[in-house]
C-alpha cells in the first residue's frame, strides 16, 4: 500500500492533471487527493474507482496489485453503429490494440474522413476493407496491411456484403510498429 500514493502522483502528472483539476473532475477534496498521493491517508476504493475512471488506468495497475500469473485477457467487447470493437490490450498509453468486426455495408461516395494525433497499423484478417488516406483510395484483401499518420486526413469501412474482421494499433505521434523479418536466402 506504500506504492499507491507515489503511482497516484505519477499517473496524475502523466496525464498533465494539476491537483485541483483532479478534484473538480471526480469530486475528492485537493486536500484528500493530496495526503492520498503523500501516503498519509489509506487508499479506499471509494477513492480509488474515480481516479482509476478520470487517470483511465485499470484500478489493479493503479494500486500495483500482483500479477496473477494468468496471461489470458478478459476483453470486453463493444458494438457501436453495428461495428463490434475488441480491446486486446490492457495498459492505457503506449500502444493500444483492437480486432474490429466491420458489418456489411453500402457504397459510401463521399466517406468523411477524419484526422488526429497518432499512428495507426491496420491488419486485415477477414474481408476487404475500404481505406480513403489523403488522395489515395485503396481496397486491402485479407493478409494486407497499411500504416499512417494519423494527422493525414483518414477513413476506412466496409462496403462489401460480408463482415470485415481486422487488428488496428494505434499509438502516440511519432510511435511505430516495428516489424523484424529476416530476408530469404538468395540461394546463391
Known amino acids: 500500500m506504500r506504492t499507491v500514493g507515489p503511482r497516484l502522483r505519477a499517473v496524475r502528472q502523466q496525464r498533465d492533471l494539476t491537483l485541483a483539476q483532479a478534484s473538480e473532475a471526480t469530486g475528492i477534496s485537493v486536500s484528500t487527493l493530496s495526503r492520498l498521493e503523500s501516503g498519509t491517508r489509506r487508499p479506499q476504493l ?27 485477457i478478459h476483453p470486453r467487447p463493444v458494438t457501436e453503429h453495428g461495428m463490434t470493437v475488441i480491446p486486446l490490450s490492457r495498459k492505457s498509453g503506449g500502444m493500444i490494440v483492437y480486432k474490429l468486426v466491420l458489418p456489411p455495408g453500402g457504397p459510401h461516395p463521399d466517406p468523411e474522413l477524419n484526422s488526429h494525433e497518432g499512428y495507426e497499423w491496420l491488419y486485415v484478417i477477414d474481408g476487404h476493407l475500404r481505406l480513403v488516406l489523403g488522395e489515395h483510395d485503396l481496397v486491402l484483401p485479407p493478409g494486407e496491411a497499411a500504416e499512417f499518420d ?26 511505430r510498429v516495428h516489424v523484424r523479418a529476416r530476408p530469404r536466402s538468395s540461394g546463391a
Do not use: K
Not at 480509488?48 to 496471461?71: K, M, S
Not at 477513413?155 to 505521434?173: D, K, M, R, Y
Open 150 to 175: 494519423t494527422r493525414v486526413p483518414h477513413w476506412f469501412g466496409n462496403e462489401t456484403a460480408h463482415p470485415v474482421e481486422l487488428l488496428s494499433i494505434f499509438g502516440a505521434q511519432g510511435a
Open 46 to 72: 471509494e477513492l480509488l474507482v474515480p481516479l482509476a475512471a478520470l487517470y483511465r488506468v485499470p484500478l489493479d495497475e493503479l494500486v500495483g496489485a500482483p500479477a496473477t500469473g494468468d496471461p489470458r
